[in-house]
DNA sequence: CTGAAAGCGCTAACAG
DNA sequence: CTGTTAGCGCTTTCAG
């Protein structure tokens, strides 16, 4: 391709890396050879070179959850519009894992966007040494250079609690997130809200997908509740699905609130009472903390109640 | 780190790739050193010189939209097995952005896996040649060293058409995918099968998304068809979402279909009749597809008709 | 403005 | 078994 054009390599680099000296007439005749040839520039060896790879690693607990997808999907976006590759990995929700794959993607990439409720901090340590820039979802670390973007969760929860709680509702069942998950523990902390005072709250095993939500409906009852807080959208899905197996109907029965408003949520029968955190936007305030002028502090995202449907005064009589 | 050592450089790499001759004293010694001082190797250096980035890259319109999240939690997955890693991309449903991402993905990547409905044959044709290998999802092409692994979609049409036609439906409403979509076209392919030879199809521009769906009913409806048949279960949970703020019940009034099983279309009230395809297979064998020994053929892959409660026999009278 | 040459970090080939 | 050396493909000095 420099035969081609009969210059020299660094005459090909100047001209394709564009913004050097050379003059108008070979730089014409470079990008035609080029164009010709179909020469595109081995990425692998400007990554050495430059030592950045213009890339950013995301490494989510599951590529196929919407949450993370959309996440994922904001982030990809932003990296491409600066013209920055994705590099994704899923754990499979286990820490061993998370940690593998960050520590992995780390060498790799320039940024790495980290989504790892349940790595010990230790480990997130050691991960945020190896990355050159690393910054954190819904969990935060106190160390230089790393960044944080978290959703007030407890907030959300909190919000709920007054929602249920001037419906008139007293015995809230909690479906709780997976085990120490940074981000059900932030949940948690909105039932020690004055809000929640005057609630019961019951506290339930589950987990964050549709079919732990069905799964624990049944023990959920057990605690005879009014009302049913879901660590997620999905869950409540799964809820809502083994509650009208059951024959009990919401709200009139009982009532389910969910968190995060997923796009299934406005479409359910009934619609889901919950809390909307815009996805789009953390990916987007994730890729806002890889850029060297923004700060590396944690951002908190606030969301709103939505009230649709799913949640109505508790009936007179309890149920059964 | 070699200095650490006291030993070469080639030797480390010994060590460090394994399967090369070392003494086991001074393998050990390296390994030590290396852990210490937290070495490891530069993955771009390796690619420069191997020629390989153990990457594969993956090319979807939409990152958000659970189907391709799970086609690519599939092919993350079985890449992370075999030491691989994964680059993304989404291209927001515009075909010069397929384009242009497939392009410069294709230059770093080992492998590329691309969903692109919507570019044309040509330019998909100048992709295979720029990649080392691509295997494409839903879609064919005529080249060596292409692979694709495609959802038999008519056969799924026509079994909805046998499924709707002998609980007694004659007036179908298909809503269509995005246009000039190549697995629209598969689909509407099934209805030129015998089984739906009784059936008067209505088609109804729509789209891939439950918005698109929402906003397609009401169009449908002017057709007065007994049932629908819907591009995707998203557009059906759209459209049941419609259908209720109608105040039509479905199955009593109108009965509905989907396509590919999302996981939330068992747990939509009515349970959605879809035909099921499984993802993660479609990920995993669009995998099998980049390693050598795997011809490089067209995989198709088979669903099956998934029946629950959204489809029954049409109402005695039509409605309205 | 353009060419020659060094070197990014690594591993394969070649000596020893 | 181990050290030395060349070179993967590019960009960036440094000369001219």
Not at 68 to 96: C, M, Q, R, W
Not at 190 to 214: H, K, M, N, W, Y
Request: with cysteine.
């Amino acid at each position: 391709m420099a035969r081609l054009a009969e210059v020299s390599t660094a005459t090909v680099s100047r001209v394709l890396s564009g913004g050097k000296p050379v003059s108008p007439e070979v730089a014409d005749r470079v990008r035609v050879a080029a164009q010709d040839v179909g020469y595109r520039p081995n990425p692998a060896a400007q990554t050495l070179l430059r030592g950045s790879s213009r890339t950013v690693g995301v490494v989510v607990p599951d590529l196929g959850n919407p949450y993370f997808a959309e996440i994922l999907k904001g982030v990809a976006s932003e990296a491409a519009a600066t013209e920055h590759h994705t590099l994704v990995a899923g754990t499979d929700e286990d820490p061993e894992q998370e940690y593998r794959s960050a520590i992995e993607l780390a060498r790799w990439v320039d940024g790495l966007l980290l989504c790892a409720p349940r790595m010990s901090t230790p480990r997130l340590r050691e991960v945020a040494e190896a990355a050159r820039r690393l910054v954190l979802i819904n969990r935060v670390l106190r160390h230089s250079a790393v960044g944080s973007v978290v959703v007030d969760y407890h907030l959300g929860v909190r919000a709920l609690c007054e929602h249920l709680a001037s419906l008139g509702h007293k015995r809230i069942a909690y479906l709780q997130g997976p085990t120490a998950a940074w981000s059900d523990q932030q949940r948690q902390r909105g039932f020690r809200s004055p809000e929640a005072s005057g609630l019961t709250i019951f506290r339930v095993p589950c987990g964050s997908t549709l079919v732990d939500g069905q799964a624990a409906v049944d023990e959920a009852l057990t605690y005879k509740p009014t009302a049913m807080i879901c660590f997620n959208d999905h869950v409540a899905v799964g809820v809502l699905s083994r509650l009208r197996e059951l024959g009990l109907s919401v709200p009139g029965d009982i009532s389910v609130a969910g968190i995060d408003n997923a796009p299934m949520s406005a479409h359910t029968d009934p619609g889901l009472t919950t809390y909307a955190v815009s996805t789009i936007e953390l990916g987007r305030q994730a890729w806002e903390r890889f850029t060297p002028r923004v700060t590396t502090a944690t951002t908190h995202l606030q969301g709103e109640l939505v009230i649709r449907s799913s949640t109505a005064p508790p009936p007179h009589r309890p149920h059964r």
